[in-house]
Antibody, heavy 119, light 108 residues
Framework: EVQLVETGGDLIQPGGSLRLSCAASGFTVNSNYMSWVRQAPGKGLEWVSIIYSAGGTYYADSVKGRFTISRDNSKNTLYLQMNNLRAEDTAVYYC?????????????WGQGTLVTVSS | SYELTQPPSVSVSPGQTASITCSGDKLGNKYACWYHHKPGQSPVLVIYHDFKRPSGIPERFSGSNSGNTATLTISGTQAMDEADYYCQVWDSSTGNVVFGGGTKLTVL
């Protein structure tokens, strides 16, 4: 059974850093395309970042230069390093595995972890 | 950057058909998928490849995509279908995943 469990969400001050983790089971992270998606309070879903099975990475313009997606194959875990956090980064962050072929979609989601950026 | 536009809200009576649209430039040239998202839960894929249903998704969910518009149709809508619905595509020109703004479906 596929499972994705996010951890690391916290209350953090503006300008601070935080690292989110997503532990996967039932499949191997490094053989999949993996994304982070967030939902700010009262807002819709926003894609944040993707890492390809071959290692390439892409970011939404809103986080480019501040966030870094990575993975640890030995721990079968996906990460999101978030630096220089802003109030507008406050959101529930979901880890997601993607099908990436003729079309591209998310087949499994984690339960989400809450990041609150506030002084 | 590529954008997808959805109506903020759609209302439907129980048992009737709900249609939720998603608009984007030449959207019919891409494959669209749809998720429903209930408060406090993780999103769930209900349609992929424009019209395909994942296992476990009821037959009352269907999809289409042509021209500039993709449509999610829910036939015989039930109270349990009340949720936020999001369309999503992949923008090959940027490598970005793109979500629509979401549509709140109210069953009343």
């Amino acid at each position: 059974e596929v499972q994705l469990v996010e951890t690391g969400g916290d209350l953090i001050q503006p300008g601070g850093s935080l690292r989110l983790s997503c532990a996967a089971s039932g499949f191997t992270v490094n053989s999949n395309y993996m994304s982070w998606v967030r939902q700010a309070p009262g807002k819709g879903l926003e894609w944040v970042s993707i890492i390809y099975s071959a290692g390439g990475t892409y970011y939404a313009d809103s986080v480019k230069g501040r966030f870094t997606i990575s993975r640890d194959n030995s721990k079968n875990t996906l990460y999101l390093q978030m630096n220089n956090l802003r109030a507008e980064d406050t959101a529930v962050y979901y880890c997601a595995s993607m099908v990436f072929g003729v079309d591209v979609y998310i087949d499994f989601w984690g339960q989400g972890t809450l990041v609150t950026v506030s002084s | 950057s590529y954008e997808l536009t959805q109506p903020p809200s759609v209302s439907v009576s129980p048992g009737q058909t709900a249609s939720i649209t998603c608009s984007g430039d030449k959207l019919g040239n891409k494959y669209a998928c749809w998720y429903h998202h209930k408060p406090g839960q993780s999103p769930v894929l209900v349609i992929y490849h424009d019209f395909k249903r994942p296992s476990g998704i009821p037959e009352r969910f269907s999809g289409s995509n042509s021209g500039n518009t993709a449509t999610l149709t829910i036939s015989g809508t039930q109270a349990m279908d009340e949720a936020d619905y999001y369309c999503q595509v992949w923008d090959s020109s940027t490598g970005n995943v793109v979500f629509g703004g979401g549509t709140k479906l109210t069953v009343l």
